[in-house]
């Protein structure tokens, strides 16, 4: 097999990088957004959203930041077909395991939001697990350098 045949990447590849680039960015904007709530914005929040914004450490705030820095990072390695995009995607998704644990461990989220607020957390974790692995397997496809 010749080098060119073993680096063709399916246009699926492209397709799910882009969208793993506009995912992240999507994390990066709400990260943005929940750091730099004005106190307006606050208000607009039922009681209970806010007691869990309020009851927010400060290290869980970090661990998002790291999710979605490295996300986008990794995307972008995705892009531009570099193997450290595998490893800029399992710092994400340990920092998405430590930021979706710790928000029901060391915040009223559960007793606001219940089993139904686990929908959200459930899907993010299930993307940067499945983004982590696909990266994965490009690289052993030979599709990143």
Not at 50 to 59: H, L, S
Request: hydrophobic residues 60%; positive net charge.
């Amino acid at each position: 097999m010749n080098a060119t045949a073993a680096t063709a990447r399916p246009t699926s590849f492209w397709v799910i990088a882009v969208a793993a680039l506009l995912w992240n960015l999507l994390g990066l904007a709400m990260f943005y957004l929940q750091v730099n709530m004005s106190p307006e914005q606050l208000a607009t929040m039922t009681p209970e959203q806010r007691q869990v914004y309020e009851g927010t450490p400060g290290w869980l705030n970090i661990a998002f930041g790291v999710a979605v820095v490295s996300g986008v990072l990794g995307a972008i390695g995705l892009l531009i077909k570099k193997k450290w995009a595998v490893a800029l995607f399992l710092i994400s998704l340990i920092a998405v395991v430590v930021q979706m644990a710790g928000a029901f461990a060391a915040t009223p989220a559960w007793a606001v939001y219940g089993a139904a607020g686990l929908i959200m957390p459930v899907v993010v974790l299930v993307i940067a697990l499945l983004l982590w692995r696909y990266s994965g397997k490009a690289a052993a496809r030979g599709w990143l350098s």
